[in-house]
């Protein structure tokens, strides 16, 4: 059973540790408590994704976020990010369940050195109906025979972790792994979260971040990066949850572009990763929306400011 020790007192409380076991060794995923959740890590020109990585782990984050919703190679991404790092861990948000089988998730998991294991967080998510198709599911259901499946194949589950929005997915995820990891939420999310998963699961949520003062510009930066998930029903449904309406959603007003993305000074980040990190998450994972595609060249500034927010 996982553990998360989440210590308070200092300005971002101490690192997310999750226990876990690994070759009879003692060995823990470390998060830290804040990460960074990035598309070009993924998606980006390989040859400076290494080198990214790289200069990522020296600035003290604690994980990098990577997503895979639309399949492909994520274990072979993972194993670059893996290599080109010492210590920071590498993180899915999400691995899609219906593209990976699990088997072979597990296998390539205990196929891994120790050291890698430890430093391995494979969120795990139900996609989408448009993007699935017809064989689309229940998603509960759909959820919960793949932790089976891994669980039979030998996968702990201390190293997994639910892309969970709704309270039933996290009730899934408080039973059956680590914890979980939402995108596009506020701090009132978390709060919401952290009193069903309970005070040992982590709760590590994403959150989109623009490094930019002029509100027009930001929000419009933010607009850009929200666009796509704008008809997504699970979002949708998310932000209703928190009080948004259908108006403001399909509008994408300043009421919501403002609760879903952190912009400004880096004060300003600063004071919405501690509103999560006093709501309850365990770890903050900052997506930095710059606009220019997936252009790695473009975020390495914004991520070595953002550094400036490790303690």
């Not at 409380?13 to 823990?28: F, G, L, P, W, Y």
């Amino acid at each position: 059973m996982a553990s998360v020790h989440r210590p308070g007192g200092c300005r971002f409380r101490r690192a997310a540790i999750v226990s876990v076991q690994a070759e009879e060794t003692d060995m823990s995923v470390n998060l830290g408590r804040i990460g960074v959740w990035s598309m070009e890590m993924r998606f980006g020109d390989k040859g400076r994704i290494a080198e990214a990585a790289t200069e990522l782990d020296s600035l003290g984050f604690g994980a990098l976020w990577v997503p895979g919703g639309i399949g492909g190679d994520i274990t072979g991404d993972l194993d670059l990010l893996l290599g080109a790092t010492s210590r920071m861990a590498a993180a899915t948000g999400i691995l899609n369940v219906w593209k990976h089988d699990p088997a072979q998730i597990a296998q390539w998991f205990a196929g891994l050195p120790a050291g890698q294991q430890a430093r391995t967080m494979l969120g795990l998510g139900v996609s989408h109906s448009h993007i699935i198709g017809e064989a689309y599911a229940k998603p509960l259901t759909v959820m919960r025979d793949y932790l089976g499946a891994l669980a039979a194949a030998g996968m702990s589950q201390d190293h997994l972790c639910l892309a969970a929005l709704g309270p039933k997915m996290q009730e899934l995820a408080r039973e059956r792994t680590a914890g979980i990891h939402p995108y596009l939420i506020t701090p009132e999310h978390t709060a919401a979260a952290r009193a069903v998963l309970g005070p040992d699961r982590l709760l590590a949520p994403e959150q989109g971040v623009v490094l930019e003062t002029d509100p027009t510009k930001a929000r419009e930066l933010a607009r850009g990066a929200l666009a796509q998930y704008q008809a997504y029903p699970n979002y949708r449904n998310s932000w209703i949850r928190l009080g948004f309406s259908e108006a403001e959603i399909d509008g994408a007003n300043d009421r919501l572009v403002d609760a879903l993305f952190a912009w400004g000074s880096l004060d300003a980040i600063a004071a919405r990763v501690k509103a999560h990190h006093d709501a309850g998450a365990d770890h903050v994972c900052l997506q930095l929306i710059t606009g220019k595609g997936l252009d790695i060249d473009a975020a390495i500034p914004g991520w070595r400011e953002l550094a400036g927010l490790i303690a």
